[in-house]
């Protein structure tokens, strides 16, 4: 299946769209040939998209335009649009085992920590917009929610606001709001203070922290001259009952800034509705969080997640900074999503707005979400013809 697809986008991976090419790929691992979702395609003047969990991307540039396409655990890769095959291969970063010899990796992340909390306090007011799409599937139906969404974004995201968004399907979901504020440091979340989360990197860091939790494992990473460490973080004790985050964190050996966060939320309990009532169900959650400093401080640039809660019952959650957007413009007179209420309710209080769907850039559906999108189309089209008909 995967070798009739990538064939296909061989015959049409090019297409020329008004003085600018379109075009469509897929992100490859070079030695497994593995698919890379979630790897970041940026243009020269910063716009981009990240590929989707298919790995596939599609972007629009001009045929000069030299793109940066990066992934986790993978060396970047500089080209120009025009040599953009079907097929990008990325090579993974060189990985040794030594361990530091400067301070042990519990002091390291201890310090690392502290960092952050202090960007946390500078910058814990800056907003930043973002692209948001949603698959929810049951053994019954699909549905498809897409928005954009204004929220404070150092760290982790925060008070978000729904300033537009669609649905396609079935409406009851309700998962965003709590997942989208785990990250590497949680900060000013009501939901996770009520929960005591546990994080790789917690304001509460000290060695006794990192004892107490996680077993840690540490990797020197080599990216040309660059180095990235790599910890690996389990859960120490199998029968601990906090919710947890653990993984791998990618961590940038100059700077000590976050890069990356790929892994799962352990033991997670959250409060849902449905109708009337409210509930506690418990969700397994897989997810990868990408960090970026471009303003001067870690906030995140993008979000990809898999969420289970129950055992026909999934989600698959994607954000996407949007860099084309002034953060000084944003406004957050939206739907304020900390309530408790469901998506399709913030959606339908938000309403559609087409102008935000026509000037910005989003992420490839996949398959699976073109699918939900022609059924709705092809459903809301019988409706209009059935009111016509006398």
């Not at 497994?32 to 599609?58: C, I, M, Q, W, Y």
């Not at 008070?159 to 009851?172: F, H, K, P, V, Y």
Request: net charge positive; hydrophobic share 35%.
């Amino acid at each position: 299946m995967r070798e009739r697809l990538l064939l296909f986008l061989l015959l049409c991976s090019a297409i020329p769209l008004f003085g600018q090419t379109r075009y469509v790929a897929h992100v490859v691992d070079a030695e497994t040939k593995e698919l890379l979702p979630f790897a970041s395609v940026v243009r020269p003047d910063g716009k981009g998209t990240v590929s989707n969990l298919k790995g596939e991307f599609v972007i629009e540039a001009q045929p000069a335009d030299t793109l940066l396409i990066t992934c986790f655990g993978h060396q970047g890769l500089t080209i120009a649009a025009a040599d953009v095959g079907p097929v990008v291969q990325l090579h993974p970063l060189t990985r040794t085992m030594r361990e530091l010899t400067v301070m042990p990796k519990e002091s390291l992340l201890t310090v690392i920590s502290r960092k952050l909390t202090r960007e946390f306090k500078k910058n814990k007011r800056k907003k930043a917009r973002y692209f948001y799409r949603q698959r929810e599937q049951d053994s019954i139906s699909s549905s498809l929610f897409e928005g954009y969404i204004d929220a404070l974004s150092c760290v982790n995201l925060r008070e978000s606001i729904l300033r537009t968004g669609q649905i396609a399907g079935n409406e009851d979901i309700n998962t965003f709001n709590t997942f989208t504020q785990v990250g590497v440091m949680t900060r000013d979340s009501h939901f996770w203070k009520i929960n005591d989360l546990i994080t790789p990197l917690s304001s509460d860091a000290s060695e006794k922290y990192y004892a107490k939790y996680y077993d840690i494992t540490l990797h020197t990473l080599i990216n040309n001259d660059a180095k990235v460490y790599l910890f690996i973080f389990k859960k120490k004790d199998e029968n601990q009952l906090q919710p947890i985050v653990t993984g791998n964190l990618f961590i940038d050996a100059k700077t000590l800034q976050p890069l990356t966060l790929h892994g799962h939320l352990e033991n997670s309990r959250v409060l849902t509705n449905k109708g009337l009532s409210l509930f506690v169900q418990k969700v397994k959650v897989s997810f990868h969080i990408d960090y970026q400093q471009v303003n001067g401080f870690t906030e995140v640039n993008n979000i990809t997640a898999f969420i289970n809660s129950g055992m026909t019952k999934h989600s698959w959650l994607t954000l996407y900074y949007l860099r084309q957007v002034d953060p000084n413009q944003i406004n957050f007179r939206g739907y304020d999503m900390s309530k408790k209420s469901s998506i399709s309710d913030a959606i339908n209080e938000a309403g559609y707005d087409p102008t935000f769907w026509n000037e910005n850039e989003v992420i490839k559906r996949t398959a699976e979400e073109e699918a939900i999108i022609e059924q709705h189309l092809s459903k809301r089209k019988q409706k209009e013809l059935n009111k016509k008909v006398p």
